[in-house]
């Protein structure tokens, strides 16, 4: 009993608390939000600007947590009544509390979490998810102003004299592809979850512009070249949204949308503007094409897939298998790398390069799988580390570009970021595209080529800031 009330007084000295910066930073809270990145801000604009949003979601917590002005009692019921089960345990054996399983745990605004049923009545249940979440995304600003935007800001001694910063980029990952540090440039929000504008603060010297170009689906063409599967070929030469393409085989009620003529799979000549597109109209279906497509690529069981989609069993057995019958040669290359694994030790990439697989024959079943599943995925993620580390030097060593005045400034996962003058920037721009999708040279005229059996897309585009070329 003296447990249950530490716990209840802990949790209402909590709200307490946090009421009183909600209501003292009210009018705050009121402001419009700042167009500004906050790299831009100086130290005083970027705290008001963080305490405006962490207030946000702390009053979002304490609205849900209390009842006229006095906390509810929010009785954890695996403290008294063990029913919430852990999901993950730490190497201490202790129930893991990390943000991924908090944010399992308490779900979505449609859709709770597990957590909600921890609790004696759905009301309250859902207002702890609700706190959860708004207490996760708290701790997410933290992180990303005390990891990124602070050392950005020249607090820990990044920036030179001119206000550049020189990140590192290492080759030391098993797969071959670069890792970044001081600061990790690869670790980039989305664009649709730049909550602070990063990437607007990284911007081409007075004078010039920043070029971006950024391959397109690169490990899954890199998968349809080495499987040599027939149908993913026909779909990268036909073009558009492959992604797309894989959400109307998985749903009959988009076949029937596009047969109806309600939505279309790409844009066509005398087609009407205003019908939208399947990626616009079926955006969640596109996501879960989109993860099935690069789980499948990476060796991702359906019992994976199961757990990340939060279905049965049965439908992510029913769903792997449809994308394995149109694609039969996927399922036949991946089984000959297993078998190529288990007979040499290791696999290779596209240019040659080994990783070894010492737990391939492991009796550890967990060391097995993983070994296998790196089977898989290391002559995809390992190729495209090749291609783009094959771009990257032609890029840094091209003498036109050179002429134009441009230098390569980045490469973040599959895209390569250039600066130069603006007046050269058009053809600067068509001539990172043709590099980047001709990276191989021929043996024997020493011309750049493409040695794979489909196009290697490249999207680009130039602004003066990293945010608007992308």
Known sequence: AAEIAEVEEYLAKY?????????????????????????????????????????????????????????????????????????????????????????????????????????KTRKEGEEACTAVRALVQVSAINTLLESFIMPLQGLYGILDANDRVHGSLNMNTETGRLSSRRPNLQNQPALEKDRYNIRRAFVAS???????????????????????????????????????????????????????????????????????????????????????????????????????????????????????????????????????????????????????????????????GRAERAAINTPIQGSAADIVTLAMVEVASDARLRELGYTMLLQVHDEIIIEGPIESADEAQRRLVHLMGHPFRDESSGELVNKLTVELAVDSDKALSWYEAK
């Open 15 to 119: 709200l307490r608390e946090n009421k009183a910066i909600v209501e003292a930073h009210a009018a705050e809270i009121a402001e419009p939000k700042s167009s500004k990145s906050l790299l831009e801000m100086s130290v005083e604009e970027r705290e008001r600007e963080r305490t405006k949003d962490r207030v946000k979601l702390l009053a979002k917590a304490v609205q849900t947590a209390e009842s006229d002005g006095i906390p509810n009692k929010v009785e954890l019921r695996r403290v008294t009544e063990p029913t919430l089960q852990p999901v993950a345990f730490t190497k201490t054996g202790m129930p893991q509390m990390s943000t991924p399983v908090l944010k399992m745990l308490a779900g979505s605004e449609d859709k709770p979490g597990p957590l909600v049923d921890a609790f």
């Open 206 to 368: 007075p004078g010039n512009t920043l070029i971006v170009a950024d391959y397109g689906q690169l490990e899954l063409r890199i998968l349809a070249h080495i499987a040599d599967c027939t149908a993913m070929k026909e779909a990268f030469a036909t073009g558009g949204d492959f992604h797309s393409r894989t959400a109307v085989n998985m749903y009959s009620f988009i076949q029937d949308d596009i047969a109806n003529g309600t939505c279309l799979l790409e844009k066509e000549a005398g087609s009407d503007p205003n019908t939208p597109l399947v990626k616009d109209k079926y955006g969640a279906e596109r996501r879960k094409a989109k993860t099935l497509n690069f789980s499948i690529a990476y060796g991702k069981t359906a019992h994976g897939l199961a757990k990340d989609w939060d279905v049965s069993m049965k439908e992510a057995e029913d769903t792997v298998k449809a994308w394995y019958d149109s694609r039969p040669e996927v399922r036949d290359w991946q089984e000959r790398m297993r078998q190529e694994a288990r007979r040499y030790g290791a696999v290779c990439t596209l240019l040659g390069r080994r990783r070894p697989l010492p737990d391939i024959t492991s009796k550890n079943s967990g060391a097995r």
